[in-house]
Nanobody, 121 residues
Framework: QVQLVESGGGLVQAGGSLRLSCAVS????????MGWYRQAPGKQRSLVAH???????NYADSVKGRFTISRDNATNTVYLQMNILTPEDTAVYFCNAIVRTSGRSPLWNYWGQGTQVTVSS
């Protein structure tokens, strides 16, 4: 079993910063990729940022230049540094990990429980 535990959400004023963390634990043979998604009320969940094992990253256009994703392979933790936040960034942020649980297992997709980020104007 694999668990993803997120932390770091909260309320911040526009222009401020927050840092999200997500620790992945459990029966992990390897983590192929980790990422952050968000879902605002009435909208579909969408990709915010994504990082693969080699370190390559991908960002939604709306956050490029403001958000930075990073990962600590030693602790299986992924971070999302969010700067210059705007009210449009308000959403529940979900951590995602694509995990292999053994050397011969397929890749499994796991989600965290979500953490609320609210940006006030």
């Amino acid at each position: 079993q694999v668990q993803l535990v997120e932390s770091g959400g909260g309320l911040v004023q526009a222009g401020g910063s927050l840092r999200l963390s997500c620790a992945v634990s459990g029966s992990i043979f390897g983590i192929n990729a980790m990422g952050w998604y968000r879902q605002a009320p009435g909208k579909q969940r969408s990709l915010v940022a994504h990082i693969i094992t080699g370190g390559n990253t991908n960002y939604a256009d709306s956050v490029k230049g403001r958000f930075t994703i990073s990962r600590d392979n030693a602790t299986n933790t992924v971070y999302l540094q969010m700067n210059i936040l705007t009210p449009e960034d308000t959403a529940v942020y979900f951590c995602n990990a694509i995990v292999r649980t053994s050397g011969r297992s397929p890749l499994w997709n796991y989600w965290g429980q979500g953490t609320q980020v609210t940006v006030s104007s």
